[in-house]
T-cell receptor
């Protein structure tokens, strides 16, 4: 069974709106969770890391929340732009050893 | 430019051939990783190295071997390539402990085994 779940369906939104992506996990108690962006034909690029004692983290137009009770992280992009179109991956360290397990990613398409 | 460099970028192999994928990082990171990415499967860990001289298996190690040549370099070897090993391979490095931030990935090697 899948350990990290992200919406497999692409998310299509209009430019200027807020995009919200979901990452759910089971059977873990991770000390932190990470989000990455991946463009076609490129390697993933690290965006944000949020620790278990942090409920929210922000970086420019990005915001990540981490609810260890619900076992869920939400990733928000405010005032979205077509350049934000990409696949977004969440990842967690299942054994607190530094080895990350990745979700399959959600593809975001921002339309002008 | 600082980062992770992978070679080659593309490769086509015949079933049974061998090859080594090279990876080097210049960020002085202790930890290095090899992942493969397949459609519908996401990124899966093949092998990792927590420090120079140590390696350990990940989720999908069968058919692969690795060498942590020094702190900078971590290579992945396919001894006898199989069509099931057709994939995109990514190398990554990271700093662990209190200074932990995310992984830095290379640009990938696209391997086709025919």
């Amino acid at each position: 069974s899948q350990k990290i779940e992200q919406n497999s369906e692409a998310l299509n939104i209009q430019e200027g709106k807020t995009a919200t992506l979901t990452c759910n996990y089971t059977n873990y108690s991770p000390a932190y969770l990470q989000w990455y962006r991946q463009d076609p034909g490129r390697g993933p690029v690290f965006l944000l890391l949020i620790r278990e004692n942090e409920k929210e983290k922000r970086k420019e137009r990005l915001k990540v929340t981490f609810d260890t009770t619900l076992k869920q992280s939400l990733f928000h992009i405010t005032a979205s732009q077509p350049a934000d179109s990409a696949t977004y991956l969440c990842a967690l360290d299942e054994s607190n050893t530094g080895k990350l397990i990745f979700g399959q990613g959600t593809t975001l398409q921002v339309k002008p | 430019n600082a980062g992770v460099t992978q070679t080659p970028k593309f490769q086509v192999l015949k079933t049974g051939q061998s090859m080594t994928l090279q990876c080097a990082q210049d960020m002085n990171h202790n930890s290095m990783y090899w992942y493969r990415q397949d459609p519908g499967m996401g990124l899966r860990l093949i092998y990792y190295s927590a420090s120079e001289g140590t390696t350990d298996k990940g989720e999908v190690p069968n058919g692969y071997n690795v060498s942590r040549l020094n702190k900078r370099e971590f290579s992945l070897r396919l001894e006898s390539a199989a069509p099931s090993q057709t994939s995109v391979y990514f190398c990554a490095s990271s700093e662990e402990g209190p200074k932990r931030v995310g992984y830095t990935f290379g640009s990938g090697t696209r391997l086709t085994v025919v």
